[in-house]
């Protein structure tokens, strides 16, 4: 959302401010918290660096590393069908969407090593994109276009794929593990049903709802508008619910990689808008857990978000706790009117200072296993081995 409007909303929905947006809140499960939290298996996430204003193929190089760090591609047989799930919520050029160069670079790794159709979609976020059983407007084809992923697709010889474009029919519910926060199945894509295996590729950004925008908040690119009008009314439990919609059946069994290109972030406001970072030192992140990918990642934001200067903060949007709730309320009327929208739950933002702070990954941690004991390995020379430090502490469970 641009802050220019979403400010012009927010103050023509202050009025909401006065009323007391209980919703069903009461009945939502108690956030986990770190101090709860047990160790889990221990995670491998690898780490290639790179320099500032580094030229494309550096990057390409750095994207290769990294992925080829992480797995072997075993797991890919000679023809088989691969789904990219980068974000394109908006037609932002990178860090707002996911990094072109780091994926003409992963397509090239795929078809390399032997994948027959390698297919490239998402679906765009409700402010550029509203979608029902009836109507469509807005494209996330457009928006591709205008973020220079579609170029980088197309170039590399991959296809694309925008989940609207096959009408509200063209999807597949899928179902949370049990137990989850969810009241109905997830309404997933067809086209990953004529996939072998999926490749997450996210950027690095601040979020101004969910927190941070990563691997597990990705998941949200997948869902058709009822699934997401239920994730936003709900909104008391929406950062578990982000945690669980990535327990469906589909991204366990095909989900086989999460890379980020992280040589640039979103550091402020987000999803689509704020202050883009450069540090001197960038990252390519690789795993083959989503959850181990998130936590190195929001360790690397928080990292950057105290370096940005102090001009650039944005203050009061970003921190707020007041502006979450009603900017939750504005999506939920985008997606099912003024109606869902008056009934939503209270949306209740976590602070972030340090990843322990995180209800995403706090409840990723509760439901997958316990918090992965994350092992860093370096993948080329570039990376200072103070910043692998201190990444390595920030992912540390705390005495």
Not at 48 to 56: F, L, Y
Not at 278 to 305: K, Q, T, Y
Not at 315 to 324: E, N, Y
Not at 368 to 394: A, C, F, Q, Y
Request: a positive charge; proline letters at 5%.
């Amino acid at each position: 959302m641009k802050r220019r409007n979403f400010m012009k909303v927010a103050i023509g929905a202050s009025a909401m401010a006065l009323f007391p947006f209980t919703g069903c809140a009461g009945t939502s499960r108690i956030p986990t918290r770190a101090g709860q939290l047990t160790p889990g298996s221990q995670a491998k996430v690898f780490l290639a660096g790179t320099r500032k204003g580094a030229p494309e193929q550096d990057i390409k190089l750095a994207v290769r590393n990294a992925a080829e760090a992480a797995t072997d591609f075993s797991w890919l047989s000679k023809g088989d069908a691969v789904f990219i799930k980068p974000v394109i919520n908006s037609g932002n050029p990178y860090p707002a969407t996911t990094s072109p160069t780091a994926i003409a670079a992963m397509v090239g790794i795929l078809k390399e090593k032997g994948a027959g159709r390698v297919i490239v979609g998402d679906m765009s976020g409700v402010e550029y994109l509203r979608f029902s059983q009836t109507s469509l407007s807005g494209s996330t084809r457009a928006l591709m276009a205008s973020s220079g992923i579609a170029k980088a697709v197309q170039t590399s010889g991959a296809e694309m794929h925008c989940f609207e474009e096959g009408g509200w029919n063209a999807f597949y519910e899928d179902l949370a593990a049990a137990g989850s926060n969810w009241k109905h199945g997830l309404m997933m894509p067809n086209i990953l049903k004529e996939v072998q295996h999926i490749v997450l590729m996210p950027r690095c950004s601040r979020h101004i709802l969910a927190g941070s925008s990563l691997g597990l908040k990705a998941a949200v690119g997948y869902w058709r508008h009822d699934t997401r009008l239920e994730y936003h009314r709900d909104a008391a439990t929406l950062q578990e619910k982000t945690a669980e919609a990535n327990t469906v059946s589909t991204l366990c069994a095909k989900q086989r990689l999460v890379i980020s290109a992280a040589d640039k972030l979103l550091t402020t406001f987000g999803p689509d808008r704020g202050y883009a970072f450069e540090p001197d030192n960038g990252l390519i992140i690789a795993s083959d857990s989503v959850v181990a990918h998130d936590m190195v990642s929001l360790a690397w934001l928080l990292e950057n978000r105290r370096m940005i200067p102090a001009s650039e903060r944005d203050g009061f949007i970003d921190t707020s706790k007041i502006v979450p709730r009603l900017a939750n309320h504005v999506v939920t009327s985008w997606l099912g009117g003024w109606g869902p929208a008056l009934a939503s739950e209270t949306m209740r933002k976590n602070s972030l200072n340090t990843i322990w702070d995180d209800r995403v990954l706090n409840h990723s941690h509760e439901i997958l296993g316990g918090v992965p004991v994350i092992l860093l390995e370096s993948v080329n020379s570039t990376l200072p081995e103070d910043l692998k430090h201190r990444l390595g502490t920030m992912t540390t469970i705390p005495a």
